[in-house]
């Protein structure tokens, strides 16, 4: 078709010129003013391309009345349409795929920044720990050295990776547990409810350890003059649910601030389980509580419901 090219010519001027300059900035009158002058062309050539083919055949001018070619016209115009549209289409497509390329990118730097963020101070809280065993020559500063070990071990080698099995999680918040009863001894009990874990199953790491720090951190003797901590979880095909609750000191201690433990855990909640968690924090007068669900299989039912 000889006439291709005054349709090729229009398409590529609205598609590659008007749209990118008017059309994405909004400049509706001068996108609008290109569209005209893109249609008159075409009616232009349409009718001079009619005339053409009329003299070549029969050897005689003649002036097409543009009533007789309103079909043509309207049918070049929607060639043109289609084709511009079809590379409105295709360059959204391209910008919504770069701009979910730059969401990941920016939500797993995130994430990076805050998993670094929580291994100085885990590592600050533990070291806290065992140099207050040193100060009180304690038997017990060997041992809590060699259960650090164990505890860098896992944030070296599996801290790192996207997802670990849910039970070295669990190791792991044991581990730091019976870190802090190195320090506390008999002042300190703890209640563990862990139901059997089901195999395989894998979350993000470090997303229980915060919790045990901040009670730690933030939880002391009671009325009764005893550190009690109490931690469940369990979990099924679809997620897990965590809970732990700690006593809380009668006489409240200033702690220092710029913690970062639970703020870092809300964050990263958000990022790698966005619309599929659940954390609710009860700061009472005797007790601290935090309730945690994660679905970790997208599913329509609601989320594991509270016990």
């Known amino acids: 078709m000889a006439y291709l090219p005054a349709l090729l010519l ?5 598609a590659l010129w008007a749209v990118p300059r008017y059309l994405k900035a909004k400049r509706w009158p001068l996108f609008l003013l290109s569209t005209a002058a893109a249609g008159v062309f075409l009616f232009y050539a349409r009718i001079k391309w009619e005339e053409l083919v009329i003299y070549l055949v029969n050897g005689e001018r003649f ?3 543009a009533a007789k070619l309103l079909k043509n016209i309207i049918r070049d115009y929607s060639v043109v349409a289609l084709g511009v549209c079809v590379y409105i289409i295709g360059d959204y497509r391209r910008n919504q795929q770069l701009n979910e390329q730059l969401i990941r990118a920016k939500a797993e730097a995130e994430i990076k920044l805050l998993k670094g963020q929580l291994h100085p101070h885990f590592l600050f809280n533990s070291l806290n720990n065992i140099y207050s065993l040193a100060l009180s020559k304690s038997d017990l500063t060997a041992d809590s050295i060699l ?3 164990e505890l860098l071990d896992y944030l070296v080698y599996r801290a790192n990776q996207d997802k670990v099995p849910l039970s070295k999680e669990v190791q792991l918040l044991e581990n730091y547990v019976d870190l802090e009863k190195l320090r506390y001894g008999e002042k300190l009990r703890v209640e563990t409810n862990i ?3 089901k195999d395989g199953q894998m979350v993000a790491p470090l997303l ?4 045990a720090e901040n009670c730690f951190k933030h939880g002391g003797p009671g009325a009764d003059g005893v ?4 931690i469940t979880l369990r979990s099924d095909a679809n997620g897990f649910e965590f809970r732990i609750a700690n006593s809380k000191r ?3 201690i200033e702690t220092p601030p710029g913690g970062i433990g639970l703020e870092n855990i809300r964050q990263r909640l958000t990022l790698l389980y966005p619309n599929r968690h659940r954390l609710e924090i009860t700061d009472g007068a005797e007790k601290y509580e935090v309730y945690m669900v ?3 299989i997208p599913h329509p039912s609601p989320l594991i419901p509270n016990s």
């Open 195 to 197: 139901a059997p874990l």
């Open 208 to 211: 229980l350890l915060p919790f």
């Open 63 to 65: 002036d097409m009345p």
């Open 10 to 14: 229009a398409t590529y001027f609205l």
């Open 147 to 149: 259960r650090l070990t």
């Open 250 to 252: 009668q006489k409240k």
């Open 294 to 296: 994660v679905t970790i």
């Open 227 to 230: 550190f009690r901590i109490k």
